[in-house]
């Protein structure tokens, strides 16, 4: 990793708690690759031409929202939100020789070019399992911010990252998804060595949902939580002077780790300040759908203001990363200790190179890599892309120098931290 990553931009990042100041010093984030906008590795110019002409191609509504790591490769979505995104799933090499690399269509074109269901839609999120299977999540639905249009229905496709091919095609059954559900986000658990165990959790935002695949029988199931709703004042965002309303439920979720024969699932609602928590144990369960409700628990403190969350993970030493989205910052929690402000930290921030990370997973190698994406969503939405800044970035950030020294780190207990500021 470290020889790959070689020459590439580092920058500083600074350690902030939440309601102290911490140590600031040098540690490992750095840009993978960024870009003003999104560009194609299309066959010849005369094709990337002609894709323009026709309005297939409009590099201004082109937005990348998931990124994954497997290898070699980075993965990145972008959604078909506004017209014009010729491919939905892409892969860029990681030692590319150019800080903006073309996207290359995965696995290959012709699963971008049909509009009959048989490829793919819109992608939002990957999940990959330690396997080497990539899980993808198609919404189905396009120009989600023009007209939204249904064309197909979610589904959850399996890809082999060993031979490119799409070797699972599961459309979420009709009656868990509701009107104007917006089927967002997944986590993949999967916990014996050949991934035979394996579930993927699904998160619905607007309709409030968890819904579960199980992989053996490839039966759906789903849940409803009131801690799955979206708090009314954290609905109300105020981002470099933009002021927007977004009333997201169930997004980010996150895998504790496995213990006992179980292990936890932390999740919160995006327009939340609040951590739940749940046993996998309870929601793999289909018998437990109506009979759980306190099962769902709430993890601790409020993050208070601007504490709304995006994507989160938890590394192998039980630290988990998350992206607060109204401040410009990555955080950190030791899962081991309680879930209070003063264990919280910001490990990384920037006002220009961070504004709105989207997405967040942390890779299967060894040492592991945690891998954001940030996109400016709000100025997206708004028509307020300048395409002459560098407004997308592909960031990677090593997961324990981040939190060295600070109360993430796992051996730190708040009282050694104490004394030694
Ligand atoms: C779907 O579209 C693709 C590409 O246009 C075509 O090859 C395929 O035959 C179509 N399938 C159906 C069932 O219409
Ligand atoms: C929403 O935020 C704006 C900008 O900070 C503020 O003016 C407005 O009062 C807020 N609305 C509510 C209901 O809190
Ligand atoms: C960004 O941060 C720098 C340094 O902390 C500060 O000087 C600047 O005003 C900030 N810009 C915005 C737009 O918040």
Redesign the pocket.
């Known amino acids: 990793m470290e020889k790959l990553l070689l020459g590439l931009i580092l920058s500083s990042i600074v350690a902030t708690s939440f309601a102290y100041i911490q140590i600031a010093s040098k540690k490992p984030l750095g840009t993978l690759y960024r870009w003003k906008q999104i560009d194609y590795a299309y066959p010849t110019p005369q094709a990337r031409q002609a894709a323009i002409s026709t309005g297939q191609f409009n590099q201004l509504n082109v937005i990348p929202l998931g990124v994954e790591r497997w290898k070699d490769r980075v993965f990145i979505s972008t959604p078909r939100w506004k017209s014009g995104t010729p491919a939905t799933l892409s892969s860029v090499p990681i030692g590319a020789q150019t800080e903006s690399p073309p996207l290359e269509p995965y696995p290959n074109w012709n699963w971008h070019n049909a509009d009959n269901c048989t490829g793919f839609t819109s992608v939002f999120r990957m999940a990959i399992d330690h396997c080497g299977v990539m899980w993808v999540l198609d919404s189905g639905q396009v120009d989600a911010f023009e007209a939204p249009r249904q064309l197909c229905p979610p589904t959850l496709y399996a890809i082999n990252l060993a031979t490119d091919t799409v070797i699972g095609r599961y459309p979420l059954p009709s009656q868990f998804v509701l009107q104007n559900s917006l089927i967002t986000n997944i986590v993949v658990d999967s916990r014996d060595v050949r991934c035979r165990d394996l579930h993927v959790y699904i998160a619905d935002a607007w309709r409030f949902g968890l819904i579960v695949f199980r992989n053996e029988d490839t039966s759906f199931w789903r849940f409803g939580h009131y801690s799955f709703y979206p708090e ?2 954290l609905s ?3 981002l470099h002077g933009l ?1 927007y ?1 977004w009333s997201d439920g169930l997004f980010g979720m996150s895998l504790g780790k496995y213990h006992q024969g179980d292990r936890p699932l932390y999740y919160h609602s995006m327009s939340s300040s609040l951590e739940f928590v749940v046993s996998t144990s309870v929601i793999r369960d289909p018998t437990r759908v109506s009979n759980s409700v306190g099962e769902f628990k709430l993890l601790g403190d409020s993050r208070g203001a601007n504490g709304q969350v995006s994507a989160a993970a938890v590394d192998r030493n039980g630290v988990m990363f998350f992206n607060l989205i109204s401040r410009d910052s990555i955080g950190c929690w030791d899962t081991r200790k309680p879930y209070t402000n003063r264990n919280l930290v910001v490990v990384a921030q920037n006002n220009n190179t961070m504004i709105f990370p989207n997405d967040l997973r942390i890779d299967h190698e060894v040492p592991q890599m945690a891998w954001i994406i940030t996109n400016r969503l709000p100025m997206y939405q708004f028509n307020l892309i300048n395409p002459n800044d560098y407004n997308y970035r592909v960031m990677y950030l090593d997961p324990v120098a981040a939190v060295q020294n600070s109360v993430c780190q796992p051996e730190i207990s708040l009282s050694d931290n104490q004394d030694m500021m």
């Open positions: 009314p004042l109300n965002y105020t002021n309303q």
